[in-house]
């Protein structure tokens, strides 16, 4: 998990102390785009001046109400029917405009704002689900954790207290692990997890297939189901290569007793296909994009639920 920033003397700068700042951004740059190394270069300051006041501001994002979520229908295969949704975090920035999570969930996880972001997803992701529930939505909510999360001590309760305070179904919640570094503290993260899943509440490994995700995080870690990420599923109907990893997947996850979600399903071949290798529940653009709180429960009630 290290990361290298270079600086080099005379070019870069002729001072030790210049010299220090540099190579810092450099790291900090090598850091942000999950590179090895990375060589300072005068664009580097630039962006790392907008990243800088970006972290600034998402601390207040939260306080100020510039966070929403949007949710994308998860569809079990067999019946057609919209059985979850996945809560997907919007920063709608007062001068950038709307923001995807691309652009701030990885500053959020290099400060402490990830612990109070999750709980805030958690916590409003929730509340809408009671709300659909009560209409007779009998739907769950996935919600996307990060790694970081899950090294926190008090994650776990504090994801059951805000559970209680909701009184929302433990085994309602899925929470979808995305592996954006390498699992550093194996201990940590087994007791967290094992703690949330005791507690009943579902726990899924995201993006499948990519990254840091490993077979060996699905012995080791108490996992209810997988997510085979996107980039394998979209064209799996007409690249033989994706297709096969798409079906070996489904074996080795099926046999290991897990449910397997597709996510990134744009047509509907490949739902046709994914249905007939016997995956239980797909998710994608051929439903639905995310969508806002108020189109969402349009979706549902034409009938899709
Ligand atoms: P993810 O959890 O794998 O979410 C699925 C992403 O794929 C979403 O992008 C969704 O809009 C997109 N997608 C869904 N169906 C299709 C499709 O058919 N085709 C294509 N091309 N794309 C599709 P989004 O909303 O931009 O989110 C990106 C990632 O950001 C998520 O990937 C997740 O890793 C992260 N993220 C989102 N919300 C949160 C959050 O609240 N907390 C954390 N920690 N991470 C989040
Ligand atoms: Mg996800
Ligand atoms: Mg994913």
Redesign the pocket.
């Known amino acids: 998990g290290g990361h290298i920033g270079l600086a080099c003397w005379p070019q870069d700068d002729s001072s030790s102390a210049g010299l220090i700042r540099k190579s810092m951004l450099a790291v900090r740059a090598a850091k942000w785009s999950k590179l090895p190394i990375v060589s300072y270069d005068a664009n580097i300051d630039q962006y790392s001046e907008s990243r800088l006041s970006l972290m600034g501001e998402l601390l207040d994002a939260i306080n100020n109400d510039e966070l929403s979520l949007?949710y994308?229908p998860k569809i079990d295969l067999s019946s057609q029917t919209v059985v979850s949704m996945?809560?997907?975090?919007r920063w709608h920035h007062p001068k950038h405009g709307l923001l995807?999570?691309?652009h701030f969930?990885d500053l959020a996880e290099s400060t402490g704002i990830?612990q109070p972001?999750?709980q805030w997803?958690i916590s409003t992701g929730i509340s809408y689900c009671n709300t659909l529930r009560n209409q007779g939505h009998g739907l769950s909510i996935a919600?996307?954790?990060?790694v970081r999360n899950l090294l926190s001590e008090t994650f776990a309760d504090d994801v059951i207290a805000t559970l209680k305070q909701h009184d929302f179904p433990a085994e309602r919640l899925i929470l979808?692990v995305?592996e954006s570094a390498v699992i550093e503290d194996m201990n940590q993260t087994f007791l967290t997890l094992s703690m949330l899943k005791k507690y009943g509440i579902g726990l899924s490994l995201?993006?499948f297939g990519t990254g840091y995700s490993s077979l060996s995080y699905l012995k080791k870690l108490p996992f209810h189901e997988l997510k085979i990420d996107?980039s394998f599923v979209?064209n799996m109907s007409h690249d033989k290569g994706d297709s096969v990893i798409v079906e070996t997947t489904l074996t080795i996850a099926h046999q290991l007793g897990l449910r397997v979600v597709a996510?990134?399903?744009?047509d509907i071949a490949t739902a046709n296909v994914l249905k007939k290798l016997g995956c239980e529940v797909g998710?994608?653009?051929?439903w639905s994009?995310?969508l806002p709180e108020l189109e969402f429960i349009d979706l549902l009630s034409k009938g899709k639920s």
């Open positions: 949007h994308q996945e809560a997907l975090i995807s999570p691309d969930i990830i972001l999750t997803v919600v996307n954790v990060s979808e995305i995201d993006d996107r979209t996510e990134g399903i744009e998710q994608g653009y051929f994009k995310p």
